[in-house]
Every structure is written in structure tokens, then in C-alpha cells.
């Protein structure tokens, strides 16, 4: 993978607030990958921390650096979430879900005390939508759901990889739905999960309580 300097520092710096007998989410995707590393070697200092995983990929990334996973039996609530984000605004409303893992990834986040977003400068936008939306459905009549979304003025596509539908680590579809710009977030939200067979969407409105920026020059600003 080449290094994406910004997204580098953004990881790395955000693992900094860490603090010792913290419960750690750790999110998805090449921004969260430099915070996972980064989480790898300050535990093989000593840190003593406990974590969860937001996806398949990063929990084998984690067993790879030695990161103490526990079951969610095992969890009450998380101190600190540290996610990517593919677009984020300055009031800290998020597009989520472009690695796929989305539903997780709010799940976590809900259970999260803190959520710090790691985001390159590219990804900071005046106004959410130019990225598509990921919105996650079950495979079950999924094409009713479809229908019902374009029906909602959604214009969904079903995302594929290596000429396959691309499957969720819940087994779900995602439909990119494409909006160029959105106008009421918290409105559509609430319209897109209303829709039976949506299991959730990449809007996260209320989660995220500090963003840290990587800049190509290596440096890092937060909001
Ligand atoms: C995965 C995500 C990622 O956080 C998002 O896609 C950003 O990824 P990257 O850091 O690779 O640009 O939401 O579902």
C-alpha cells in the first residue's frame, strides 16, 4: 500500500488519546490502518488497553500487532472509538461506509463515550454528498428495497468488487446511493432507514466528538 502522508499523521496522532485501561474501538479502512499500527506499538511498550473491532479486516490486523481483543459479552461501554470517515464536515456530521463496514462501524460508535474521526484534508467538505452514500441492506428481496429507494430519490447503484456483488461482514449488500449534495441530513437520514430491508446507512450525524486532519505536509489539525 503507498503511504498517504495525511492520512499517516491523522492515525498516528490520534492514537495519542489513548490512555491506559481504556476500551478501544477500532475502526475500518487505509486512515484507521496507521492508528491500529500505531495502537500495535504503543501495547508492545505496555500500554495495557483493551479493544473491539469494527471488521473482520481490522480485527485480524489487530491480532497481527498483539492488540488484547475481547468479546462484546465482555463489553459495557467503549471510552474511545477511532475511525476514518470518507467525508466530514465542520460540525462533525460524517459519510461512513466506503470500506463496507458501516453498520459495525455505528454500532460501535453508538457504544462509544468518545468517537475521534481520522480523515486526510481531501475528505473535509463544506456540504456532506458528493461521496456516494453506503446504505446497507439485507440480501433478502433486496431488489424491492432497491425499487423503494429509487422511489425515495436515492438513485442507488449496487456496489460490486471483482465483478461480484460486495458482501458486508453481516453478509448484507451495500447500495451507493448518489445524491451530489445533501440538503437535510437528519431528515434523510431518518427517511432511508424507515425503508424495510435498509439495515442501516453511512450517515453519522451525532457520533464524532473531535476530527484530526493530515495534511500532505505531514502536519495535522483538529476541529
Ligand atoms: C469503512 C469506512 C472508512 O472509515 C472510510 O471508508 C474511510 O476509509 P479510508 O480511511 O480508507 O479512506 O467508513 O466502512
Known amino acids: 500500500m503507498q503511504t498517504n502522508i495525511g492520512k499517516k499523521a491523522a492515525g498516528e496522532k490520534a492514537a495519542g488519546y489513548i490512555k491506559p485501561g481504556m476500551t478501544v474501538g477500532l475502526g475500518t479502512g487505509s486512515t484507521a490502518y496507521y492508528t491500529i499500527l500505531r495502537i500495535g506499538e504503543l501495547v508492545r511498550d505496555g500500554l495495557d488497553i483493551k479493544a473491539v473491532a469494527t471488521s473482520a479486516?481490522?480485527?485480524?490486523?489487530?491480532?497481527?500487532?498483539?492488540?488484547?481483543?475481547?468479546?462484546?459479552?465482555?463489553?459495557?461501554?467503549?471510552?474511545?472509538?477511532?475511525?476514518?470517515a470518507d467525508e466530514a464536515d465542520a460540525?462533525?456530521?460524517?459519510?461512513k461506509g466506503g470500506g463496507g463496514a458501516l453498520?459495525?462501524?455505528?454500532?460501535?460508535?453508538?457504544?462509544?463515550?468518545?468517537?475521534?474521526?481520522?480523515i486526510?484534508?481531501?475528505?473535509?467538505?463544506?456540504?456532506l454528498g458528493k461521496f456516494p452514500l453506503p446504505v446497507e441492506v439485507a440480501t433478502f428481496?433486496?431488489?424491492?428495497?432497491?425499487?423503494?429507494?429509487v422511489a425515495i430519490g436515492a438513485h442507488p447503484v449496487l456496489r460490486m468488487k471483482d465483478n461480484q456483488r460486495f458482501l458486508t461482514d453481516n453478509g448484507n449488500y451495500i447500495?451507493?446511493?448518489?445524491?451530489?449534495?445533501?440538503?437535510?441530513?437528519?431528515?434523510?437520514?431518518?427517511?432511508?432507514?424507515?425503508v424495510?430491508?435498509?439495515?442501516?446507512?453511512?450517515?453519522?450525524?451525532?457520533?464524532?466528538?473531535?476530527?484530526?486532519?493530515?495534511?500532505?505536509?505531514?502536519s495535522v489539525r483538529e476541529i
Open 196 to 218: 424495510p430491508g435498509v439495515m442501516e446507512n453511512g450517515l453519522f450525524l451525532h457520533y464524532a466528538t473531535r476530527l484530526i486532519i493530515g495534511a500532505a505536509d505531514g
Open 120 to 127: 486526510d484534508e481531501q475528505k473535509l467538505v463544506k456540504h
Open 141 to 149: 428481496a433486496w431488489e424491492l428495497t432497491f425499487r423503494q429507494l
Open 175 to 194: 447500495l451507493d446511493c448518489h445524491y451530489q449534495k445533501i440538503h437535510n441530513a437528519a431528515a434523510l437520514h431518518a427517511q432511508l432507514n424507515n
Open 57 to 84: 479486516q481490522s480485527e485480524e490486523l489487530a491480532r497481527e500487532q498483539g492488540i488484547p481483543l475481547i468479546d462484546f459479552d465482555q463489553v459495557d461501554s467503549i471510552d474511545i472509538d477511532i475511525d476514518g
Open 91 to 95: 460540525q462533525l456530521q460524517l459519510i
Open 103 to 118: 453498520l459495525r462501524e455505528k454500532i460501535i460508535a453508538a457504544a462509544s463515550k468518545e468517537m475521534v474521526v481520522v
